[in-house]
């Protein structure tokens, strides 16, 4: 199942969807992009883990990330 997903970033509000399959969270944002992480390695609920993927996401299209 689906699950809609939304985070706020620097005034931004950033959204996307997840879905948890054999202990994997697939996050894809709004834009198409899309990754993938361990629910039991990060010992996060597969929701916050979905929340973090999705503002790596943001974080790696963002131009201004590593200023």
């Known amino acids: 199942m689906t699950e809609e997903i939304s985070i706020e970033v620097e005034g931004k509000h950033i959204s996307g969807h997840y879905v948890v399959r054999d202990g994997m969270v697939t996050v894809t944002a709004s834009d198409g992009r899309s990754t993938k992480g361990v629910i039991e390695d990060s010992m996060l609920s597969a ?15 963002s131009p201004t990330a590593d200023e």
């Open 47 to 61: 929701e916050t883990l979905a929340k973090t993927l999705l503002l790596q996401l943001y974080r790696h299209e």
